[in-house]
């Protein structure tokens, strides 16, 4: 008989902290020093474990990469899109990890293929790749594009003659953001701090010049940079924003050694973009109320008294985004959790939203480079429907199906059911929860469930299609996804309802919303498991803190789950910025929010779930020793012997494995341990 398996332990070197009056230990602090051997040693002891663990689901894992792996056209083409003289698209190339980047001059079916960037080549020697930014100077002659290596999205910008193919020598490090100038000759980017990775810098270089020129500096911590260049290629706007408050600097793309023109000053909680129409600046901006409104000035005069008003801020109406083309603007809105897309004509100010067939969906703008156009390119998606992206005719109002995502060897949406339910809260809200199931699972109270949710930073968890998730469904596993508040489905209010102060909410809704599906009947109470990652790890751990053995399986990817520690650290990446969203610790009634939910602070002698939590060693994100501590410390308190377990991903970032066919092994072994856990599959977890 095979000995048991024994779960590392990791020492406890306790740290002491005092902060308002309060003083904390913590055991395992020592965990964030990447240069001690032992944390390694320990990092790879956890691996071993897992991989122990979830031995008896390796046929399954092993099994569900192929279900998934058959189901991806791996030879496959982006639908192309024009800019200028070409057409640029992207194709994927069986056994290959990583799209090739190309361009064809005139039309696709007769002009040479041109290969941009292989990304494959690129990758070679590497355990990690990653495309940032990828812009073409205007006369289609040069290329900029950053690549991370690493993981922890940090982007190194190269350029790139295409008419040579030569590589013109640029290597900055940091960059976030880039834009050209009209005449191809000059390039600004944005870098980030090398400690904070906050975006805090403009530098313009002109190719023929070596040294670049420092433009801007932003100073304000809680506030990050980008730039970026109008569809009507008249203008560059560079954005300092905060999680509440914004301004925007311009330049005539013309002029890139002129100075840059701040338009409305920076106010406290007043957020605004800008987009390019002719004779005026065309500005979302939530001045009038917190959902946005639709204003316009004349481009050399911007003032508060300039406004002119387009569109009223609506309370029921997020307006999420906008899009400035030749005739038309696209309002991106969403109403009732659901997005919707609006087109209003420039000449009449005439405005109407293009109709969708489904109760609950993603429809969204895909490319569209180019300004005076007829038509326009939009996508669309639901639970149950495969990515789709279709030309939308601005005269007829007709759509054109151009492309939907190949499910190889067949696929009925037809066997599968969409719904939205409600489920209220402790308070009295109704919390939206999306559910997609297979059709002839019977709503008896019987079937497993798999809940999902994040729940921050305004985010709407995105109504998707995934082929990869048929496969939980195909076994009977209903998916939910809980809307819980903190995210942005039903706009600024209900991002406000689940962030400082009213962060419980978000927890509140996620145990309501799993409350709603048993007593609706669409699941066992004793048979479901929940997932999150990064901010949504923080609401996994904060709910099963809540309710430990509530769950049958908790998934728990690159969580936030140290919140305390590491917001009472400015010197980490993003955390001053995050003020607005947490709550700043340094305030007594600030860190109180923070220390009553923290999971890590709030671990307790109990039973603990059966639970995976995924973390990578290059998360710039959420450092991998929050979920490592987290582990350490849920083994040194629990009072039973459930399955815990660690998987780090020694090559990789937030977002996990770079690569599509390792990313999916990864998914595949997430998916097996969900089945054991919920009783769908016949495999036994080790404990």
Not at 228 to 237: H, I, M, N, Q
Not at 365 to 386: C, F, K
Request: charged share 25%; with cysteine.
């Amino acid at each position: 008989m095979p000995e048991p398996l024994r779960p590392p332990k990791a020492d406890r070197r306790p740290t002491t902290t005092t902060r308002h009056g309060e003083t904390l230990t913590d055991e395992y602090a020592w965990l964030r020093d990447r240069d001690d051997p032992a944390v390694l040693a320990y990092l790879a002891a956890e691996n071993a474990y897992a991989e122990g663990v979830l031995a008896d689901g390796k046929e399954l894992a092993g099994q569900l990469y192929q279900e998934m792996l058959r189901r991806i056209k791996e030879t496959d083409l982006s639908v192309p899109v024009r800019r200028g003289g070409h057409w640029y698209y992207s194709r994927t190339v069986e056994g290959q990890q990583y799209p090739i980047h190309c361009r064809r001059r005139g039309t696709m079916s007769t002009e040479p293929e041109e290969v941009l960037l292989d990304l494959n080549r690129l990758a070679e020697g590497k355990g990690y790749l990653a495309l940032g930014d990828f812009a073409v100077s205007d006369d289609g002659n040069l290329l900029a594009y950053a690549l991370d290596d690493v993981g922890y999205r940090q982007y190194t910008l190269f350029v790139k003659d295409l008419r040579t193919g030569a590589d013109l020598g640029v290597r900055v490090k940091r960059v976030t953001s880039t834009a050209w100038s009209r005449d191809g000759e000059t390039l600004f980017y944005v870098v980030e701090d090398e400690e904070t990775k906050r975006p805090h810098q403009l530098w313009r270089r002109r190719l023929d010049h070596p040294d670049p020129i420092r433009v801007f500096e932003e100073a304000d911590e809680a506030f990050s940079l980008a730039v970026a260049r109008t569809r009507s290629r008249d203008w560059l706007l560079l954005s300092a924003s905060s999680h509440t408050t914004s301004d925007t600097r311009v330049l005539s793309a013309d002029t890139p050694a002129a100075e840059w023109r701040l338009l409305l000053p920076r106010e406290a909680d007043i957020e605004y973009d800008v987009d390019h129409h002719g004779a005026n600046f065309i500005i979302r901006i939530n001045d009038t109320g917190r959902n946005f409104r639709l204003v316009q000035a004349p481009v050399h005069d911007v003032r508060r008294d300039s406004l002119v008003e387009l569109l009223p801020h609506r309370s029921a109406v997020m307006l999420e985004g906008l899009d400035c083309f030749a005739d038309c603007l696209v309002l991106s809105e969403r109403e009732g959790g659901v997005t919707q897309l609006a087109v209003r004509d420039v000449r009449t100010g005439s405005q109407h939203r293009i109709a969708f067939p489904e109760p609950t969906f993603e429809a969204y703008l895909h490319a569209n480079p180019e300004w005076d156009v007829s038509s326009i390119r939009m996508g669309y998606q639901s639970l149950v429907t495969p990515a789709s992206v279709y030309d939308y005719d601005l005269a007829s109002r007709d759509r054109t199906l151009l492309k939907q995502q190949e499910i190889v060897g067949g696929y009925d949406p037809a066997r599968f059911v969409a719904e939205r339910l409600e489920a209220r809260a402790a308070d009295g809200t109704l919390v939206p929860v999306s559910v997609v199931r297979r059709a002839d699972v019977a709503v008896d109270g019987k079937a497993p469930c798999l809940v999902h949710g994040y729940g921050a930073y305004g985010y709407p968890y995105p109504v998707a299609f995934s082929s990869a998730r048929l496969s939980l469904l195909e076994r009977g596993v209903v998916i939910a996804i809980a809307h819980v508040r903190g995210g942005g489905e039903l706009g600024k209010a209900w991002h406000d309802g689940g962030r400082m102060a009213r962060k419980e909410n978000s927890f509140g809704d996620f145990l309501a919303a799993c409350d709603a599906m048993v007593s609706t009947g669409h699941c066992a109470a004793d048979r479901i498991a929940i997932e999150g990652g990064s901010a949504g790890g923080l609401l996994m751990g904060a709910v099963v803190n809540r309710a430990p053995t509530r769950f049958a399986a908790v998934l728990s990817q690159v969580p936030f789950v140290d919140v305390l520690n590491t917001m009472c650290d400015p010197t980490l990446p993003l955390t001053v910025g995050e003020y607005e969203e947490w709550g700043n610790p340094g305030q007594a009634e600030e860190y109180a929010w923070m220390r009553a939910y923290c999971p890590y602070t709030n671990l307790a002698a109990t039973p603990y779930p059966t639970m995976l939590v995924r973390t990578s060693l290059h998360d710039s994100q959420v450092m991998y020793w929050e979920p490592a501590k987290y582990v350490a410390r849920i083994r040194s308190l629990r009072t039973d012997d459930a399955p815990l377990l660690l998987a780090t991903n020694l090559e990789a970032g937030h977002g996990g494995a770079s690569g599509r066919y390792d990313h999916l092994r990864e998914i595949a072994v997430d998916y097996a341990f969900l089945l054991a856990a919920l009783r769908v599959e016949p495999v036994r977890l080790q404990s």
